[in-house]
């Protein structure tokens, strides 16, 4: 545990939160920021920093749990689909450094989430199978 994150020190009772679910490794809790009405973030119990420190057993309780979450929100909710993400890093806009994964009711439209700030380039199949190739020579 990190004494000085806020989602350690929800995990320790220490700090509110209106829990949804929780077992040995995982919990989930409605964010704080709601910009639709269910956004809820799912950790783990230890303080991982992100998806890459993950073992597989938290792996699978995280997966599971986002899972389970997703189908309790796209019940409860007004949705006319989900979105799912973790952010790793200033970068990509990681505001806490305590892994944890967004379940968020989506409406047509919203404009929250835009992928991509104008067309993607599509390159082709060699660059792609040298990209495969890189990442496999550093897979672990």
Not at 11 to 17: D, L, N, S, Y
Not at 67 to 77: K, P
Not at 120 to 140: E, M, N, T
Request: net charge negative; proline share 7%; hydrophobic share 45%.
């Amino acid at each position: 545990m990190d004494d000085e994150c806020v989602f350690c020190e929800i995990v320790q009772g220490r700090a509110p939160a209106s829990i949804v679910c929780e077992d040995a490794l995982v919990m989930a809790f409605v964010d704080l920021r709601q910009f639709h009405p269910g956004h809820t973030l799912v950790v783990p119990r230890r303080h991982l920093h992100d998806v890459r420190e993950l073992d597989v057993a938290t792996g699978a309780a995280l997966m599971a749990m986002v899972s389970r979450v997703a189908r309790a929100i796209g019940s409860a909710f007004p949705n006319e689909g989900l979105s799912i993400w973790h952010s790793i890093g200033e970068a990509a806009f990681q505001e806490v450094p305590h892994l944890h994964v967004h379940v968020h009711p989506r409406l047509p439209d919203d404009g929250l989430l835009r992928a991509y700030p104008h067309a993607p380039v599509a390159p082709g199949k060699d660059v792609r199978d040298a990209y495969a190739a890189a990442l496999r020579a550093h897979l672990d």
